[in-house]
């Protein structure tokens, strides 16, 4: 079966839509680091769309892989020549598909650190892009400045030794530009952390401070970092996803990447050297990203996190699975309703009830195949950032958050190593030894949990918060997560109410 490539687009276009434009008239413009399935469903996606309308062919992508699992990804995309397709799944059974090329150049940083460092000082170069999930900011959650005390920053501050992680290269990279007298180009990250351009931000000028005070002010100074919201639900890639686009279209794609149809993008308009139209390829530009970020936060993530930990203790292995579920589903959407949504602020051009119950749809779509495992991996990183803060909110506004605690109980008893059946659970995270030590001690005293001040701050001395955990945590020992869920749905049921 021929191979997706350059060579192999002339037979491709007859079968799906293909990049209008010639590619290697396409200038890099634009670095990025994270090259995953979202990037490529999401800000690739609205690149290529933006030079198939025959604008500006300044803004071609140059991939960046900094982990030892980006190898792969540089293979497929060297064999491939940047080429993918990708796959939008409508619940419906609808089916879209297309090759996406604005990808048009790979570099993995263990091979060669310094030609990273090059691409990032070109002057064509005027934004590099972030999607390296929360965990690759290598910062403190106390402070949200760079933690020297992390790997990838001990390493970084080595004398003499070349950068390995995105912000060490990006730190090289401008300390090149400001000594050859060239504009600095533009930070943008695309990752779902609140405030994301200003994390950024944060986390860049202080690892800078590490390395040299004077680059850093000049960061400070003359660096902009726009905000952003990012969304498109994006599973990771299935052997049956390569069969799939192999049998329907007839060639074979090392890496396709499957999406649902939905997509929102909304930038700050704040850029160093200029940006890309993108308002022609249907990204939001204003001036105010928050009120879209936060809805985004804390009722999209947060709500993953609400029902994978409880879903997967009650035997569901799928996001669209607990949201095929009536009791599951009417939880999470009175999370949303009742918890999340009163510490939003207005979101101009969104209803925010409409909002909810199209997630609930997006949600249990089957043809994605979005695992619960998926939304699971880094729950330290998650949950701080996408539940606590509502948790906090309510906490002080005096409104529930019983759903919400009872998903941070669900965490816990996760972490105890297996579900409710007695089944094995594999658990990814940064910060495994120290969650089974808290979870273990959980279980003989319940709310040692809470000690994790890295995780939960000051919360723990909340005795209204303290309290709710040790009753939520006790209900998942007793009876289950399915039965725990259902008591306290009926326990906060409206009075009158049928459903």
Not at 54 to 76: H, K, Y
Not at 257 to 267: D, G, K, S, T, Y
Not at 445 to 465: C, K, S, V, W, Y
């Amino acid at each position: 079966m021929t191979s997706l490539n350059e060579a192999a687009l002339p037979e491709a276009a007859g079968r799906l839509p293909i990049p209008l434009y010639q590619r290697r008239a396409v200038r890099t413009g634009i670095v990025h680091f994270g090259v995953g399935g979202f990037h490529r469903s999401h800000q690739a996606m609205f690149i290529d769309r933006l030079l198939n309308l025959g604008g500006s062919q300044d803004w071609g992508i140059c991939g960046v892989g900094v982990l030892a699992s980006d190898a792969r990804m540089r293979d497929v995309l060297e064999s491939q020549d940047g080429l993918y397709t990708l796959v939008l799944k409508g619940a419906e059974g609808t089916e879209e598909a297309r090759i996406i090329g604005s990808i048009t150049e790979y570099l993995y940083a263990p091979d060669d650190p310094a030609a990273v460092i090059r691409k990032l000082a070109d002057p064509a170069t005027r934004i590099v892009s972030l999607s390296i999930t929360e965990g690759g900011y290598n910062i403190s959650d106390s402070t949200g400045e760079s933690d020297p005390r992390t790997p990838d920053i001990l390493r970084d501050l080595i004398p003499n030794t070349a950068p390995g992680s995105a912000f060490g290269l990006i730190t090289a990279a401008l300390a090149r530009r400001r000594d050859q007298g060239t504009a600095p180009f533009t930070v943008m990250s695309c990752d779902n952390i609140q405030g994301n351009g200003n994390v950024a931000r944060k986390a860049l000028v202080s690892f800078a401070r590490l390395m040299d005070p004077e680059l850093a002010g000049w960061i400070a100074e003359t660096v902009a970092f726009p905000n952003s919201m990012v969304d498109r639900i994006t599973p990771v890639t299935t052997d049956h996803d390569r069969a799939a686009v192999a049998e329907a279209y007839g060639f074979s794609d090392a890496w396709p990447v499957v999406a649902e149809p939905f997509e929102q993008w909304v930038l700050e308009d704040k850029f160093t050297a200029g940006r890309p139209p993108l308002e022609d390829a249907g990204v939001q530009i204003v001036d105010d990203v928050e009120p879209y970020e936060l809805m985004k936060l804390r009722l999209l993530n947060a709500s993953h996190q609400v029902m994978s930990y409880l879903g997967y203790l009650a035997g569901h292995k799928y996001v669209h699975e607990v949201c095929a579920d009536p009791l599951f589903a009417e939880f999470i959407s009175g999370f949303m309703e009742r918890e999340a949504m009163p510490t939003l602020r207005p979101v101009p051009g969104i209803d925010l009830h409409a909002y909810r119950d199209e997630l609930i749809h997006r949600f249990a779509n089957p043809a994605i195949r979005d695992t619960l495992a998926r939304q699971m991996v880094d729950g330290s990183e998650r949950i701080p950032k996408f539940v606590l803060p509502v948790v906090r909110e309510q906490l002080e506004l005096g409104g529930p958050i019983d759903r919400a605690v009872l998903a941070i109980a669900a965490w816990a008893r996760f972490l105890g190593s297996t579900d409710d059946r007695g089944e094995p659970v594999a658990v990814t995270d940064r910060r495994l030894s120290e969650l089974r030590a808290a979870a273990r001690a959980d279980q003989s005293e319940p709310g040692a949990f809470l000690n994790l001040t890295e995780i939960f701050g000051g919360l723990g001395q909340d005795t209204r918060f303290a309290a709710a955990y040790r009753q939520a945590r006790e209900a998942l020992e007793r009876s289950g997560a399915r039965t725990a869920v259902q008591g306290l749905t009926e326990l906060l049921m409206p009075i009158g109410s049928t459903s």
